[in-house]
């Protein structure tokens, strides 16, 4: 269910708000978007049920729980097989200090990121983890010195959105 759903400018708005603080509450969240409370709570639902709206987190600060260390590593299969790329992923996804992965065109077949606790720690998880992920033959490891933007929201703004593919449309209330 990839296609795109057309959201108004109040959606939109919502979007933003949900983003900007997921704690606050339908009340909070009518008011600041300009809706009575009722259609607020329809569109959010209709939202999570579309898939629009996939969960609700809460922003934790890596360094203060120990994971002082950023890593971004470009890593290379030995082939592309259908079997390789599944067993690679999945023991991508398993790996919790791998906290993202990408797959990528240009030098790199994926892009990971990991957090970890020290550089020692890092070391230890290369030769236990990457070194052991399926078709690995090549990582080049950069260490993050300082994240200059690190942003999870993301830029919607209560504007049309571009015509593209398929669409849905949500109901306006």
């Not at 983003?19 to 259609?39: F, I, N």
């Amino acid at each position: 269910m990839n296609e795109k759903v057309s959201l108004d400018r109040h959606s939109l708005q919502i979007l933003a708000e949900l983003q900007r603080d997921a704690r606050q509450t339908v009340q909070q969240l009518s008011e600041a978007v300009g809706l009575s409370p009722t259609p607020c709570w329809r569109r959010v639902k209709e939202m999570e049920a579309a898939g629009v709206i996939r969960g609700y987190t809460a922003l934790v600060d890596r360094e203060r729980v120990g994971l002082g260390l950023h890593v971004v590593i470009e890593a290379n299969l030995s082939e592309h097989t259908e079997e390789l790329v599944r067993r690679f992923e999945r023991a991508v996804a398993a790996s919790p200090q791998i906290v993202r992965c990408v797959s990528t065109t240009g030098p790199a077949d994926y892009i990971l990121t990991v957090l970890i606790a020290d550089i020692k720690a890092y070391e230890q998880f290369l030769h236990d983890t990457i070194f052991k992920l399926p078709g690995v033959t090549h990582v080049r490891s950069s260490i993050v010195l300082k994240e200059v933007k690190s942003e999870v929201r993301l830029p919607v703004a209560p504007a049309p959105l571009a015509a593209a593919g398929p669409r849905r449309r949500m109901a306006s209330r």
